[in-house]
């Protein structure tokens, strides 16, 4: 089973900050949390990962919370390119870790 | 250009029969996946390697067999032990630990069986 929990769907306008919330309330303490998005029919893309601070790279932000019991991937200015699937999965600090994903939050931008 | 390769991108087998999709690397990593996903739901692990000549079973390894005879390869063979084959089959690697266990994925390939 998934170690991570997120909402089926959501919405967000075009141009407004997409909000995508992750529980992954059984995480340990040399467990990542990573972010990948799939858009239909091609291979997920990685966007970020973290392991206590928050972090920022070109494409998104992600916040993690102080018991790393949650996080939030942040779009901040969302365009109709970034619908996809979004999953949040949490994986260790080796080359072959076995890493599970869920179902996944399906993002939908509106116009 | 860097990456992963995977083919065919579309394959149809008759019931019975073994097929084996190719998965090629060239980005140097250690580790290799492969995952299958069914239409509306999210990735399940196969099988995974990290490094040559050795592999693991993922959550649904049963009628599937992979190997790892070079370090930049990782070709899944779905076996006629495999009852439901039809899915969307997924490759992918991972670099050496200095750098996490970002994964980092080929386009895939479609299997159906007719």
């Known amino acids: 089973d998934a170690k991570t929990t997120q909402p089926p769907s959501m919405d967000c306008a075009e141009g407004r900050a997409a909000n995508l919330p992750c529980n992954h309330s059984?995480?340990?303490?040399?467990?990542?949390v990573y972010w990948y998005r799939q858009i239909h029919s091609q291979g997920p893309q990685y966007i970020i990962h973290?392991?206590?601070n928050n972090e920022t790279n070109e494409m998104a932000s992600l916040i993690i919370t102080e018991d790393r019991k949650s996080s939030t991937l942040i779009l901040p200015h969302a365009t109709l390119r970034d619908t996809a699937v979004y999953y949040c999965i949490v994986g260790g600090y080796s080359s072959a870790s076995k890493i599970i994903f869920g179902s996944g939050t399906r993002l939908s931008i509106r116009p | 250009d860097g990456g992963i390769t995977q083919s065919p991108k579309y394959l149809f087998r008759k019931e019975g029969q073994n097929v084996t999709l190719s998965c090629e690397q060239n980005?140097?990593?250690?580790?290799m996946y492969w995952y299958r996903q069914d239409p509306g739901q999210g990735l399940r692990l196969i099988y995974y390697s990290q490094i040559v000549n050795d592999f693991q079973k993922g959550d649904i390894a049963e009628g599937y067999s992979v190997s790892r005879e070079k370090k930049e390869s990782f070709p899944l063979t779905v076996t006629s032990a495999q009852k439901n084959p039809t899915a969307f089959y997924l490759c992918?690697?991972?670099?050496?630990?200095?750098?996490?266990?970002?994964?980092?994925f080929g386009e895939g390939s479609w299997l159906t069986v007719v």
């Open positions: 059984t995480i340990s303490g040399n467990e990542y």
């Open positions: 980005l140097n990593h250690d580790a």
């Open positions: 992918a690697s991972s670099p050496d630990r200095t750098s996490g266990n970002t994964i980092y």
């Open positions: 973290g392991l206590k």
